[in-house]
């Protein structure tokens, strides 16, 4: 079946640095690739959804200059946290559709922590 | 306005009975779908069982049964005979239209099954 797959499943990094997160989309195409944020015992935030070959939609509140979205191809969609803050630690979370009503394939998710 | 609604506390079930988890969403929209995701520890994001709102009966994935009860907009989730496995967060989501558009996801339910 459609699977994603998302790396780096956990990553530590010193506040300042930019952390770059990848979702891949195995035997599909993603047309589109959802990117969320789970705080600890919170539920999934959208933060962006990005179309192939098209700039990013962010949601209000998510700055466009701080999580850089990329899309270049229907099977990459990367998450790139600049100059990462401690408060940006979460969990971060992709899921690609390729447009049809039931077909949301989930990354395995990013486990964030800047320190 | 909140999508999904999950307002249950975190439950605690004897193993091998029954448990229903309760959703209920809002929309104006026709057309909509209706997920619930059970995520254990890890935090990997495993899907359970879809409900479209056209669907004339109420969907059934093994162990997993949607009650969806259009009129007062609810899609609760059953788990017939429980098993120490299925202690995890349930999340109940909901796209809105056709494909390709967000998940917006409830606030969560916390099982522990006890055994």
């Known amino acids: 079946g459609a699977v994603v797959s998302q790396h780096p499943s956990w990553v530590i990094c010193k506040s300042g640095t930019s952390v770059k997160i990848e979702c891949r989309s195995l035997d599909f195409q993603a047309t589109t690739m959802f990117w969320y944020r789970q705080f600890p015992k919170q539920s999934l935030m959208l933060m962006a959804t990005?179309?192939?070959?098209?700039?990013?939609?962010?949601e209000q509140g998510v700055e466009k200059d701080k999580f850089l979205i990329n899309h270049a191809s229907l099977t990459l969609s990367t998450l790139t946290v600049t100059s990462a803050h401690p408060e940006d630690s979460s969990f971060y979370i992709c899921?690609?559709?390729?447009?049809?009503?039931?077909?949301?394939?989930f990354g395995s998710g990013t486990r964030l922590t800047v320190v | 306005a909140q999508k999904i609604t999950q307002t249950q506390p975190g439950m605690f079930v004897q193993e091998k009975e029954a448990v229903t988890l309760d959703c209920t969403y809002d929309?104006?929209?026709?057309?909509?779908?209706l997920f619930w995701y059970k995520q254990p520890s890890s935090g990997e994001m495993i899907f359970l069982i879809y409900?479209?709102?056209?669907?004339?009966q109420n969907a059934t994935e093994g162990r997993y049964s949607l009650n969806f009860q259009k009129a007062r907009k609810s899609a609760n989730l059953v788990i017939s005979a429980s098993q120490l496995g299925d202690s995890a967060m349930y999340f109940c989501a909901m796209r809105e239209g056709y494909g390709n558009n967000r998940l917006a996801f409830g606030k969560g339910n916390q099982v522990v099954v006890i055994p």
């Open positions: 929309t104006s929209d026709p057309s909509y779908g």
């Open positions: 409900q479209g709102s056209y669907d004339q």
């Open positions: 899921i690609g559709s390729a447009g049809t009503a039931s077909g949301y394939t």
């Open positions: 990005s179309n192939e070959g098209s700039k990013a939609t962010y």
